[in-house]
């Protein structure tokens, strides 16, 4: 951690000192801090950061921690942007959505927390890189960058964003991804877990475990209970799933099936 360089930006010193000790436990060397949205800005003119965690409200409702973030993004499109408040509110979430934030932080710290919050952040940001070189050759950020958000994926997890923590699945635990009213959901037992990942983006990472069934659907070819050639479907997690004509002969050519 010592070549992550960070930005903090709170209007409550002694909270900026906190921030400041815990992250420097972690071994960041390379810090920098402001108590206000224009020291902020002046920072951010001066110096390139990997990293800015900014306070939402920064005592003045025309120039907060968002539109510093709106700032940034003008700048650099690929910044990490971790937002801290003491009131995370829907409010909040729906406002800064548009600066595309990795996450959000309450006040309550804890060293956890800010180790898990930038490791995450930072995972964010390699996982995109690897998509823009899978998706485009290059590492050119695609017309579609800004919808890639979490879950992150490594070759045995799937991290999903729940309230302020992210929630790491095993992939062999996912019976299948749907999608259902402009969103992704990956099924794990009885639960669902949502994402704004695109079943697109998940089929291509996860192949060849996962295999396309459907426009809507995805498998994991290890929880396939049965297959129902006759009704074209998947049996899997106690469900009935439809296999798509347009996915049926690839779908079935992928598949170590005994005659």
Do not use: W
């Not at 070549?3 to 000192?17: A, K, P, S, Y």
């Not at 409200?57 to 003491?86: C, P, W």
């Not at 952040?121 to 890639?148: C, D, R």
């Not at 995805?218 to 009704?231: G, L, M, T, W």
């Amino acid at each position: 951690m010592n070549d992550v360089r960070i930005l903090l930006v709170d209007d409550n010193q002694g909270f900026l000192i906190l921030l400041e000790f815990l992250i420097k436990e972690l071994g960041v060397e390379q810090l920098e801090k402001a108590h206000s949205f224009e020291e902020g800005l002046t920072h951010f003119q001066k110096k390139e950061f990997d990293i800015y965690i900014l306070d939402i409200d920064l005592g003045t409702s025309a120039n907060n921690g968002i539109h510093l973030a709106e700032k940034i993004r003008e700048k650099d499109a690929d910044a990490v942007i971790i937002f801290i408040t003491s009131n995370y509110t829907e409010h909040y979430y729906e406002a800064s959505r548009h600066v595309r934030p990795s996450s959000f932080m309450n006040k309550e710290l804890s060293r956890l927390k800010i180790t898990q919050a930038i490791d995450l952040a930072m995972f964010n940001l390699a996982h995109q890189e690897s998509v823009y070189v899978k998706e485009e050759g290059s590492t050119s950020p695609p017309a579609h960058s800004a919808s890639i958000v979490p879950p992150f994926i490594t070759q045995k997890k799937v991290f999903f964003k729940i309230g302020d923590t992210y929630k790491a699945i095993a992939l062999e635990d996912i019976a299948f991804f749907f999608s259902k009213d402009k969103l992704t959901y990956a099924k794990i037992g009885k639960r669902n877990y949502p994402t704004n990942v695109k079943l697109k983006v998940l089929e291509t990472e996860l192949s060849p475990t996962f295999l396309r069934i459907h426009k809507t659907y995805i498998v994991n070819r290890n929880h396939i209970e049965a297959i129902n050639p006759k009704d074209s479907t998947v049996s899997i997690a106690n469900e009935d799933l439809p296999i798509g004509y347009a996915y049926r002969k690839t779908f079935m050519e992928q598949l170590n099936l005994l005659k």
